[in-house]
């Protein structure tokens, strides 16, 4: 167990709709990852959080967003989906940015349908 | 329509053989390494990591090798066993802010 948890683990909807994914980074952690795993693309990174602010963004969709709150918890909002936003979502935390050893969490399994 | 995947390498090996791993990295600014071990329904889990001012770190039964005249990078399993079949994942940190960039994937199968 990393320590990392993500919630919920499978999430079924359909093209148009938004949903809302939660991360709690490993105690202590402050910096928080979201990746996306498809079949196609492989680990991708999406953007990352320092403490509350955004440090670093890859290849983010406009119709994708996130945010850290005070508690340190992550959400990843993906809106107006479509079929081929289906895909393993993951969170990994952190102690600091400058940390490159990543601990993820068991992700969120996405599907559009 | 068809369609289109990523087709990951393959290893296959009998358990008690050892397993290479490779993974080549295209950015020679990259400073640090890391091999991950992704088992099916769960995310990456940590193996063992590399800077770039080492050629060779060892962990309990497994070895990380970097090459950064050919930017190449490989993991040694010794004595392979059923559980350590998985995806391994290389991945480089090219930039700041400890944001690491994915390789595709090997596939490793172990036979009992």
């Known amino acids: 167990d990393s320590g990392v948890t993500q919630t919920p683990k499978h999430l079924i909807t359909a093209t148009g709709q938004r949903v809302t994914l939660r991360c709690s980074p490993r105690s202590g952690d402050l910096s928080v990852y979201w990746y996306q795993q498809s079949l196609d693309q492989g680990l991708q990174f999406l953007i990352q959080?320092?403490?509350?602010?955004?440090?670093a963004k890859g290849n983010i969709l406009e119709r994708f967003s996130a945010q850290q709150f005070p508690d340190l918890h992550s959400e990843l909002n993906l809106s107006s989906l479509e079929l081929g936003d289906s895909a393993l979502y993951f969170c990994?935390?952190?102690?600091?940015?400058?940390?490159?050893?990543?601990?993820f969490g068991s992700g969120t399994q996405l599907s559009v349908l | 329509g068809e369609s289109v995947g990523l087709h990951l390498p393959t290893l296959s090996v009998q358990e008690g053989d050892n397993s290479i791993i490779n993974c080549a990295y295209s950015n020679s600014a990259s400073d640090y390494f890391i091999w991950y071990k992704q088992e099916s329904g769960k995310g990456p889990q940590f193996i063992i990591d590399?800077?770039?001012?080492?050629d060779k770190r060892q962990g309990q039964r497994v070895t990380v090798l970097l090459n950064k005249t050919v930017k190449h990078l490989s993991l040694q399993i010794a004595a392979t066993q059923p559980g350590d079949s998985a995806v391994y994942f290389c991945a480089e940190n090219r930039g700041r802010y400890g944001k690491l960039t994915f390789g595709q994937g090997t596939i490793l199968t172990v036979h009992p």
């Open positions: 590399i800077r770039s001012n080492m």
């Open positions: 959080y320092y403490n509350g602010e955004e440090r």
């Open positions: 990994a935390s952190s102690v600091r940015p400058g940390d490159e050893k990543l601990f």
